[in-house]
């Protein structure tokens, strides 16, 4: 079976050169076992599991400014999927030399998408190992005047190689996050370029998440079979947009910011800028440039300045800004999501400017212990969903309508928060999240995460390097999931999560980190290093099916149990029940939407039960909306437990959770609330302690 598997290690050493591009299906089962062999051999020392993957550079959103011009390639790009018994044969073949058209026939496929539901075709909605994407494009004479030309993939899902007119350019490991590079050389200027791609799909035991391949028999022979745990479908190819844009030779490579409430309605702005491309090697300047100096503004909602900061020599600094509107969760306040816009000029010591980046800027501080947490000093009551990107015949690509869609329906249902369960989701999500005032546990790809080896631990603090990396000037985001419903009840995983939780905490001690745990609270051994403790347990549903008399009690006695054991604060991630829309019993009887509707209802009881003892601080319900898993009779058409289906449109369950997200806000914040979520019925019917008037709904 080994010498017929195609693994991501296979595309990360493709660029690297350590295999060449004429070697065989026998060099790659060599480097294979090499890999095995020697991960097997790191076991016995300590070393290996302290080693860092190399941090991230750059990565800054591409967007237009007076020194940047930012187009995209997103569209119908060609495609070639290859043959699961020889994932090989393009690389081998030089595939990325001339025209995939030249190679065999190629198909359309549109760029963002996953192409697994695009065609008809079971074998290539079913496909493991490698497929090519290939597009055309003309970069301008104008972009060949002392700039530099980069190429930027918001997301490969799972592995990728990058040619530019036949030169390999970069690779990429672990889907659901950017990627770039220059390629200010590789392009053709005032002329047509080539830009093909591979995109390897293979999860193996050191990919996050983890899978296996398996060699199965069929009525046609031996079969390639992709394996994995998790509950959703291994949707590939290139999910989020991508760009092509340009920055001067000299500029802003990256911005890192941190915010801060003083008394006296003062706020602050913490910055640091990376400078690159200003190397004496690079660029020979007459007159020199150096010392470089940034200059830092900020702008309110109105365009107005409102405050600015001028750093030299080191490019830190601090905005003051007075009479600051912070940034408040939706119905904390009036006017949630607040942002200014952060304006970064980067100077020549002859003040002619280099490089101009502009970004939003939300201003609140984060504050937790063993029994709150705390935004802008006020206690947070987290609810909301498990969520994923997920939808018909996109996959996971990334669609703009679709992600407007979902964010007024958490509007309209009253969430103020949601786990990007179970990867990092879009850009333009977090962008979304932050103008909306949503607010996000942030997870990495780290999904039951079994077999825990050397490996699989460097892939692993690598996604959250990365994930931490791009989002960390989000506002919205207020802590990091560092796992979902890992076998953390495994010997090696105590001595694994150790090392992961405390490289999080280096990365980012600004927000508290959590993970997702779903084994028994005694037989645990992650939940020690975390600063809130995650659970998802399906009462009534994966545990006692059908008896919704045993949630309530169930609820409670576990997250006590959670919080007896570590004194920490708790939140519930995930409950819920498959539903199919549409169907009804009386008396309830699962899979129905009535079923939903009560275990949502026992639930509830539980959450205010435990409300009551502070230190419990979220709810959140599995699932947003139903989602594609891979084929199992255990699931009709994928995972039904959204409260709102495929296609976004609620079930009846989702009614009776509007009225307990804004009755909680009510409560708690004293927010303003829609007239329609609670509907009149009759003169007398009893009125929420909290409800003045219905009137006044």
Known sequence: MIARLMSVIYCSAVLSGSISRTSGLQEHTDLLESKINQTNKSKQFDYMWLQDAPPTRGL?????????EVRTLDGVWRFLQSDVNDPMQGVRDNWYK????KVKPTRPMPVPSSYNDISAEDKLRDHIGTVWYEKKFFVPHSWNMDQRIWLRFGSVHYAAVVWINGQKVMSHTIGHLPFESEITDQVKFGAENRLTLMCDNTLVNSTIPQGTVAEEESDEGKVMVQRYTFDFFNYAGIHRTVHLYTTPVVYIEDIKVLTDLTENHVGLVNYEVNVNGNEKTTVYYDPPIEPLYVHVQLRNKEGEIVAHSISK?????TIVV?????????????????????????????ESLLDVYRMKVGIRTLKWNNSTLLINDAPLYLRGFGKHEDSDIRGKGFDYALLTRDFNLLKWIGANAYRTSHYPYSEESMQFADEFGIMIIDECP??????????????????????IHRDRNHASVIMWSIANEPRSSHPQADKY?????NYTKFLDPTRP????????AKKDKLAQYLDIISFNRYNAWYQ?????????????????????????????????ADTYEGLHFLPAYIWSEDYQRYLLSKHFKAFDSLRSQKWFIGEFLWNFADFKTAQSFTRVGGNKKGVFTRQRQPKSAAYLLRQRYFSLALELDQCEVPKDVFNYIIHWQEKPPFVRDYDDL
């Not at 800054?60 to 940047?68: I, K, N």
């Not at 020599?313 to 600094?317: A, H, K, P, R, V």
Request: charged fraction near 25%; proline fraction near 5%; glycine fraction near 4%.
């Open 60 to 68: 800054l959103y591409p967007r237009e400014s007076e020194s940047r």
């Open 98 to 101: 001339a025209d995939l058209d």
């Open 313 to 317: 020599s080191i490019l830190n600094g």
């Open 322 to 350: 007075k009479d600051v509107m912070p940034w408040w969760p939706y119905l904390m306040n009036p006017e949630p999501g607040y942002l200014y816009t952060m304006e970064v000029y980067l100077h020549a010591v002859d």
């Open 446 to 467: 780290g999904v039951n995460a079994d077999i825990f080896e050397p490996l699989l631990l460097r892939n692993h603090k690598s996604s959250l390097e990365q994930l």
């Open 497 to 501: 999560f150790k090392f992961l939780a």
């Open 513 to 520: 980190i959590t993970a997702a745990l779903n084994v028994e």
């Open 544 to 576: 006692n099916a059908g008896q919704l008399d045993m949630i309530t009690k169930h609820v409670e006695e576990e997250a006590a149990l959670w919080h007896e054991t570590h004194n920490k604060t708790v939140i519930m991630t995930e409950y819920g």
